[in-house]
């Protein structure tokens, strides 16, 4: 407190002396000189490769183009192939991976959000016993490292030695199933499990498995936003005769949108680009189709050696990356400027 | 942020005892809610318990027999075994650790150290070109690591040279190259998490220090860099944790049995032809994930005080 004290006629006087009015030379100079090591790594290891990449992108490069001969320049075909899906990979189709891979996103992070509020509802609760072993204990499953989650998680979802069958065949026993009934192929079967929504048993394994991992972050971002909330609106909304559902919606939710819907947003971008779940778990079976667009890309560089097309799909991916983060950043605008009126 | 964390606190303290004795609950409704709670805990903490008892079983059980929480004929076995040769490679679990802690200390250091310069000169200092150059870094950061792995492959793997006492030597194939690819983009994120911090810390003390006739150097070095270090160790520890894990880069560049990483291991246990025991590959995993998710549990509350918004890219 003393030092800011202290410091309010230091500003005036400085900004009268124009030590760094506007910039100067000098003043630049000096900020060079501390941007210079970033920006030569950065050139040499990140902006190169990438405006290489473009090159690749209009070139056949494959594995034989590593050491010596050139690859030939193909124009726009690695684009066409990918958009039109006609590569000669299996399994193959753009608009679908870009489907799934969008509602992936939404119906994950639809899911975290609601969970993760209700939760911190529940552990925001006056009188609640072990508060706070709650909250310590339920922050577990992000501590570990994600690639661990989706290996074991993998191994949980075995049709044979796997937990979620045991507990099935468990439970299933107890009511007098045989045990033979839960030897689910979570992971792998072909078959879609409702009839009418043409997603694979895996998408809905990887969707629990991802919200056992998602939901306890936005739990504890929709916490923090709780225990902003003065006590007294709710003592003044319940004297002006709201219900608990009207002190929910006009207080409680006022309070969590603006905590919430960019942590949402963030997650959004998060997931659309969760490579390990999908790489891990399901491989992107059945047939190719909980493919996501990263994993994609991994499997065109490293199991196709198609290098050509990957740094074309790399290259849509960018867009598609650019198209999604300034809508995203538009809705941010957007509620931002609805909290302010 | 820990002032008005500490406000928000002593806020509540007050409401709640202002409050007193309205808002305690019946004992049914708090039953209700603890069997709710507990409920909630059993899903969150199942799949460590089960991790656990699998890791238990002994060698010659491929698979485990049920859902016991101690497995029967329980044994350290498969412990044993991760330390001393956990996949079919003769590599240690010491040595996949020594390679995955020589990426993750390396790359973390280095896009720290770098970043922090660059960091300051964002959040401190005017010169022309500074928005088109932080949206340079916003436009990498927005990318997953894998849309760079194409030319990086390409780009590294340019660079053999036959040295003198180590033969050939490529840096797409070295611990080296994998460490520059994951600087790659790294360094974006560190600059862009230690602004965000950076740009928290009140100018007062600067300017105090600026009338003492303190040079831009010093005031970094003696007033921005102490008050910076817990920044700097969140960010260190993100980037640590992500080397750690690293698995595309090394997976794709790396050939070499020598140069194993501890993600690479857990991959290759795991495929689908593979006769490694459940109870080794429970055991590595734990070992695995133990170290970061010890040192991950104190930090956490730094991490989502809105320190870092964004993760490390994965």
Known sequence: MAASVTAKPAVQARSRGGVRSGGGPRGSRTAYLYLVPAFVVMGIITLYPLVFQVWMSFTNFGIGNLRATAPDVVGLKNYIEILSSELAIPNFSFVRLILYNIWWAISNVAIHVVLGVAIALLLNTKGLWFKRAYRALYIIPVVIPPIIVATVWRNMYDPDGGAVNLILAGLGGFLGNPADVFRIDWLRQVADPISFIPLPLAYFAMLVTNTWLGWPLNAVVATGALQSIPGELYEAAEMDGAGPWQRFKNVTLVYLRPAMIPYAIYGFVVTFNLFYLAYFMSGGGPFGRTELLVTQAYRLVNDQQLFGVGAAFAVIMFFILLTITLITNRLVKATQTVEDL | ?314
Request: glycine share 8%; net charge positive.
């Open chain 2, 1 to 314: 942020m820990t002032a008005t964390a500490i406000k928000v606190a002593a806020a509540g303290g007050a409401v709640r005892t202002r409050r007193g004795g309205r808002g305690r609950l019946s004992l049914r409704r708090q039953l209700v809610l603890q069997a709710i709670a507990l409920g909630i805990l059993a899903t969150v903490v199942f799949p460590i318990i089960w991790v656990f008892s699998v890791s238990l079983d002994p060698l010659n059980r491929s698979r485990p027999e049920g859902l016991n929480l101690i497995p029967s004929n329980a044994s350290l076995e498969a412990y044993g075994q991760v330390l001393r040769q956990p996949t079919n490679n003769p590599v240690s679990f010491a040595e996949l650790a020594f390679n995955s802690v020589k990426i993750a200390v390396g790359t973390s250091l280095i896009s720290v150290m770098i970043g922090v310069l660059a960091a300051y000169a964002f959040s401190r200092l005017r010169f022309s070109g500074r928005q088109v150059l932080m949206i340079v870094i916003l436009g990498v950061l927005m990318l997953p690591a894998v849309a760079t792995l194409t030319p990086l492959f390409v780009v590294l793997n340019k660079v053999q040279l036959t040295l003198p006492v180590l033969g050939l030597f490529n840096l797409r194939n070295s611990l080296l190259g994998v460490g520059l690819a994951i600087i790659s983009g790294l360094l974006p994120f560190a600059i862009w998490n230690l602004k965000g911090y950076l740009d928290t810390i009140p100018k007062d003390l600067e300017e105090a220090a600026a009338v003492d006739g303190a040079s831009t150097n010093q005031t970094f070095l003696r007033i921005i860099l102490p008050l910076a270090v817990p920044a700097l160790a969140v960010t260190g520890f993100l980037g640590f944790i992500g080397g750690w894990t690293e698995f595309y880069f090394s997976w794709m560049f790396l050939n070499k049995s020598s140069d194993q990483t501890l993600a690479m291991a857990l991959y290759s246990m795991q495929g689908q032809f593979t006769n490694t025991p459940w109870s080794v590959f429970s055991a590595f995993a734990i070992l695995f994930a133990v170290p970061p998710a010890i040192v991950y549990f104190f930090v956490q509350k730094y991490i989502t005080s809105g320190l870092a918004v964004g993760a490390v890219k994965g």
